[in-house]
RNA sequence: GGGCGCGUAGCUCAAUUGGCAGAGCAACUGACUCUUAAUCAGUAGGUUGAAGGUUCGAUUCCUUCCGCGCUCACCA
């Protein structure tokens, strides 16, 4: 999309002639006295009366999002901090020079504004200008001002034309910010510390995902972008950090959906001297309150269903328990628990979902509890609304986690669902250097079967549970979906600011020429 | 990657069976000293995503490409 050269131009017109009247056409700075919250805050419930006697002189800043001349008077709404505060501008009032800045401004531009707060006629609170501060100018012209920014693509590409027209869009990354806030103090307070491990790896580990590959050019290195931060966490609470949290972004080279952006952010989460079900009781605590923190209450909306994250309301049932609950009506007989055990077993359950037209990719050269772990994803993760935690996994598919002391085929591992997604995974970690080994041989045969996922061989890590982890939980909670479930978002795209989007080549292309100019 | 859909003025959207490409807002000029979707009068704004094809004639039909959305597969 071009700029439109007519109005940019006629703009930068008026940027001159701005200048012309004395008023520099980027000044460094505006001495407020008040923000618009503010002002809308505490003088919102006052009479006109109380607002005269005596007068509230103010200075304000903020953006310009309606104008409305009318000869030598005229109204405006400033914006700022998604709030708007009208301004009366009269000839009388701002002066000669003030009144022709006024007749160069538009919408979207930065002004000051001195003068006093009064209410209209028909009872708005405004201020009754008496000095205009040109602020800064918008040269490009801003939506249509009742619909706003409604083109998806635009939104995400130019978010802060999408911020500046759209207050609810700015809600949501306000609660995303207040989310992460509460999150954060709730650790702290625990006694947690808060780390930063390389994103940059030699070998990308602690997650089954294809990683995103780059070079160092002095080294003449690859490296790889983490896909999680978990292995370098372990080495800490082996270097004596017991209990240890980051906050920052992963990066996954998969697909992308309304649960997928390629890069994401996780919580990760370590506590040393507790199992599973000490991380997990830490993790729904801090997400309970993390709900009061954003929300100010215990629900939130989701489409058209409501979840109610009040501690009461969480379920807990083991990966069998819910294929057992959630077992279609068509599929005949409801598993046993021996049906879990074994090829034969597992094989019957696939044909009998099967049969009752759930789609099911089988693969009968793959371990037993990745065809589960698969089952289950198929028929009861769509039942899972209301917060759910989910534990006893497959040890197929858990290479980093403690098998169940007496089945070796489970591991003591959970995983939280809300809104159909899957929003924490935990377990107690495993810490035996020796069985680490094996379940890493283990996933490199997987390798060899061509899953391109499976974990790979890292020695240092080895190397370093070799001197002792201490018996630990840990955990990882998707900030990105909490983020969805508290917002009512349901792509992840809207609650992360510049989501992946492929380039704009043509407006490359046109930007190269007019620089060139 | 597969399937379905969308792309028209800066923004939000129209355009009959294939028959002159339009409206509102924004912009520009003028009027207006309490308006709030301000009003009134006038003006300007387009390679209909791109390229090609069918046709006397294409926004409309066909092909390819680009971008976006939804969905399936994979993945958290």
């Given at each position: 999309?071009?700029l439109?050269?007519?109005i940019?131009?006629i703009?930068?017109?008026?940027l ?7 008023q520099?056409?980027?000044p ?9 919250p503010?002002?809308l805050g505490?003088y919102?419930?006052?009479t006109?009366?109380?607002l005269e006697?005596p007068?509230?002189n103010?200075?304000?800043a903020g953006?310009i ?15 700022q901090d998604g709030q708007?505060?009208?301004i009366?501008v009269?000839k009388?009032?701002?002066g000669?020079?003030g009144?022709?800045l ?7 531009d930065h ?7 009064f209410?209209?006629?028909t009872?708005?609170l405004?201020?009754h200008?008496e000095?205009?501060?040109?602020l ?8 249509e001002k009742?619909h706003?920014?409604?083109d ?7 978010r ?5 027209m759209n207050p609810?869009?700015?809600?949501v990354f306000l609660k995303r910010s207040?989310l992460?806030?509460s999150l954060?103090r709730?650790?702290?307070a625990?006694g ?9 790896q030699p070998m990308a580990?602690g997650a089954v995902a294809?990683p995103?590959?780059?070079h160092h050019n002095?080294l ?6 983490r896909i999680a931060?978990?292995l370098y966490l372990k080495?800490?609470?082996v270097g ?17 959906g309304w649960?997928w952006n390629?890069?994401f952010?996780m919580?990760?989460?370590y ?7 000490g991380i997990?009781?830490t993790?729904?605590a801090?997400?309970?309150q993390?709900?009061?923190d954003?929300?100010?209450g215990?629900?939130t909306?989701?489409g058209e ?6 501690h009461g309301n969480?379920?807990r049932?083991?990966?069998?328990e819910?294929i057992?609950?959630?077992w279609p009506?068509?599929a005949?007989?409801?598993p046993t628990?021996?049906?879990f ?11 009998r979902?099967r049969?009752a037209?759930?789609?099911l990719?089988?693969?009968?050269a793959e371990p037993?509890?990745k ?11 769509e039942?899972?609304v209301?917060?759910?935690?989910i534990?006893e ?5 858990s ?5 169940k002391p007496d089945e ?12 159909k997604?899957e929003?924490a995974n935990?377990?107690s970690?495993?810490?035996d ?15 060899e079967?061509g899953d391109e ?8 890590y080895?190397?370093a ?5 201490p018996p ?14 508290f917002t009512?978002?349901h792509?992840?795209?809207d ?6 989007l492929?380039?704009e080549?043509q407006?490359a292309a046109e930007?190269a ?5």
């Amino acid at each position: 999309m071009a700029l439109d050269d007519n109005i940019y131009e006629i703009r930068r017109e008026k940027l001159k002639k701005i200048e012309a009247l004395g008023q520099p056409a980027y000044p460094r700075k505006y001495n407020f006295s008040h923000t618009v919250p503010q002002i809308l805050g505490e003088y919102g419930g006052q009479t006109a009366e109380e607002l005269e006697a005596p007068r509230v002189n103010v200075r304000v800043a903020g953006r310009i999002m309606a104008i409305r001349l009318m000869g030598k008077a005229g109204f405006a709404h400033v914006q700022q901090d998604g709030q708007r505060l009208q301004i009366y501008v009269k000839k009388d009032a701002v002066g000669d020079a003030g009144f022709e800045l006024w007749k160069l401004l538009d919408l979207g531009d930065h002004i000051g504004v001195r003068g006093y707060l009064f209410r209209t006629r028909t009872g708005e609170l405004s201020i009754h200008a008496e000095e205009l501060t040109f602020l800064s100018k918008d040269l490009l012209p801003l939506p249509e001002k009742w619909h706003g920014l409604q083109d998806v693509e635009l939104r995400y590409r130019q978010r802060y034309v999408d911020l500046v027209m759209n207050p609810e869009v700015r809600e949501v990354f306000l609660k995303r910010s207040k989310l992460v806030q509460s999150l954060r103090r709730y650790f702290d307070a625990q006694g947690f510390v808060e780390v930063e491990t390389p994103m940059m790896q030699p070998m990308a580990g602690g997650a089954v995902a294809r990683p995103f590959k780059t070079h160092h050019n002095t080294l003449d290195m690859d490296l790889f972008l983490r896909i999680a931060p978990e292995l370098y966490l372990k080495r800490l609470t082996v270097g004596g950090f017991d209990r240890v949290y980051e906050i920052n972004r992963n990066f996954r080279n998969e697909g992308i959906g309304w649960r997928w952006n390629p890069e994401f952010t996780m919580l990760e989460a370590y506590q040393a001297y507790t199992d599973y079900l000490g991380i997990l009781d830490t993790t729904q605590a801090s997400i309970e309150q993390a709900v009061q923190d954003v929300t100010g209450g215990t629900k939130t909306k989701w489409g058209e269903d409501e979840i109610d994250w009040s501690h009461g309301n969480w379920r807990r049932m083991t990966m069998r328990e819910a294929i057992t609950k959630f077992w279609p009506e068509k599929a005949d007989a409801t598993p046993t628990r021996e049906d879990f055990a074994t090829h034969e077993g597992v094989k019957a359950l696939v044909d009998r979902v099967r049969g009752a037209g759930v789609n099911l990719a089988y693969d009968a050269a793959e371990p037993v509890g990745k065809t589960v772990a698969a089952l289950f994803e198929a028929i009861a993760e769509e039942h899972l609304v209301q917060p759910t935690i989910i534990y006893e996994f497959p040890t197929a598919v858990s290479p980093l986690s403690k098998q169940k002391p007496d089945e070796p085929d489970w591991t003591e591992r959970f995983e939280m669902f809300a809104g159909k997604m899957e929003v924490a995974n935990g377990f107690s970690e495993l810490n035996d250097p020796e069985d680490q080994r094996r379940r890493f041989e283990a996933q490199l045969k997987e390798r060899e079967r061509g899953d391109e996922e499976a974990h790979q061989m890292d020695e240092d890590y080895i190397r370093a549970l070799s001197y002792g982890m201490p018996p630990a939980g840990g955990v990882g909670v998707g900030l990105d979906r909490l983020a969805m479930l508290f917002t009512d978002s349901h792509t992840i795209r809207d609650v992360i600011l510049f989501p992946l989007l492929r380039p704009e080549k043509q407006v490359a292309a046109e930007d190269a020429e007019k620089t060139e100019k």
